[in-house]
Every structure is written in C-alpha cells, then in structure tokens.
C-alpha cells in the first residue's frame, strides 16, 4: 500500500487480475494485455513476473515466437543452524553469498537468502509446498537459516527444468504431505528423522509444521552429495556448520524461467515490449530486480521525453 499511495493519481492499480495474454501484431508491435477478461492497450509494455509467473511467462515467449534459452534450475533445502555459529559472518554481513564448487560433480552450490535469527516458512507453489525463510523488524529467533542450492544447467535435449524441479518437490510433499525436516546427522546416518530425535536435538526448528522424514528418498544422489560436500566447506568458515544437529528443510526451488533474448536496455525483439524480473528469467534476487525495473523506467520515460525525475 505505501507503494501505491506514493504513486501519482494517474496511475490506476488493478490487483488480483492476472494477465492471460500478451497482444501483439504480426508486423511485431506489442497492442497490450488481457487480464480478467478485459483488453488493455498500451504504447510500453513491461512484464515483470515473480517466480511463480515463469511458466506463464514462458509459454507466452513461445507463442509471440521469441528466442528463449534454458535457464539452470536451482534446487536444495533450506538450513537451520543456532545463530551463533553464523555470527562471525552475519555481523560483518548480513547476507552472506558463499559459493563452493563440488568435489564429485564440480557444480555450483551456493548458499542463498540468509535470514539472521529468522524463520522457516513454507511457499506455496500452485498447491505445490516448498520451503523458504525470512527475518522479522521486531520479532527475532535463536537461529539463522539460508538456502543451500545447486545449479543445474541442461542441455538439450532436455527444456523443462521447471517441471523437473517440481517433480522432486511433489516427492517431498508426496512423503511428507509437506516439506521434510530432518537433521543432518540422520541423513549422514542414512536413518529418517522421527518427531522425537528432532525433540532430542539441539537446534528448536522454527517452522514445526514441517514433517520429520528422510530427504535421500527426495533428493537426487548428486544433490546429495554436493550438499553435503557444501556443509563440510561451511564448517572451515563457520565451525559448527556441519553438526549433526543441523536441520535440513526440503525442498527449496528457485524455478527461474526460460531466458529470452533481450536487449541491453532488457528489450524484447518486439518494440517497447520489456521483460525484467525473475519469472521472466532476467534476475535473480531483489537488489536485482529493482534495478532492472529502474533500467526500464528510465528508458521509457527517455523515449516519451519525460524527465527521469527520481527514478
């Protein structure tokens, strides 16, 4: 709401009114959208989808016939540890970006959205259940959690990463009628978790709604691996990272859409029509997305000859 009280009267907010269709014509000028069963026109276009828009989104690219390119799927758990451990880092930095390289598979594992004495939460993907984290102005908890995940970029002729990450998430949900929590020693030990060695472990679990099982019937062994190879890296710059009372939530996805050819002011090949955000596979994060949208902004009001003002 402050956002959209601090925009000027002319500006109209339309809310729970999905977009179903781009327009364009076949000369390839973008016409506008239909949302909500009514056709709005425009002379700029921006579509600015969150993750959950990505297929959408790529279905969409596909029918106005723009170049898209398989983005990597990002999929892992989310970790709880005691704060304490993470303090060395998260006092200097609050959001630290840690990336390793595995040992067995040489991929990209890298840890993501590091929520200092915060909270687990669960996502809700389309009915879909996965997991995620936050940190809270004025309520704190004794633990920090952040996202390990490994990047997996594929080639063809394989092009549905995202319903590749959703399959290992519905095995999740099909496990545990939810995400899983279970603790790294167990995983180690190749046992599931139960409700009472989660009550007998030392780290409380922020989000006891998650289902106490055993994530190696979910993840892929080379996840697996990686992941664990992530927690031994993280206890040299973190001791106590890798403890067997560390709990793992499962599974996390970043679903990143299909890229799609732009230009460098974020462009499509049809004029005045721009795609910025995560579900269009542009970014990868909110400092990032804010500054796409501010890249467009200031394009758009170059070409109107408007003053970019403080955009």
Known sequence: SHMRDSLPNNVTVIAKTPVDTILADK??????????????????????????????????????????????????????????????????????????????FDDRVRTFCMNPYGFVVTENNNGLMTVNGHSYANKKSQNTNFAILVSKQFTEPFHEPIEYGKYIASLANMLGGGPIVQRLGDLRDGRRSTPERIRRGLVQPTMPSAAPGDLSLVLPYRFLKDIMGMFEALDKVAPGANSRHTLLYGVEVKFYSSRIELSNKLETVIPNFFAIGDGAGITRGLAQASAAGVVVGREICARIGQPKGDI
């Open 27 to 104: 000369d390839g000028s973008v016409l506008g959208v239909v949302a909500g069963g009514e056709t709005y026109h425009c002379k700029y276009l921006v579509s600015a989808p969150g993750r959950d828009g990505a297929e959408w989104f790529a279905g969409e690219a596909k029918r106005l016939g723009l170049k898209t390119k398989s983005n990597a799927v990002d999929i892992g758990v989310r970790v709880e540890s005691p704060a304490e451990i993470y303090e060395p880092i998260t006092d200097l930095c609050y959001e630290s970006k840690l990336v390793y390289f595995s040992e067995d």
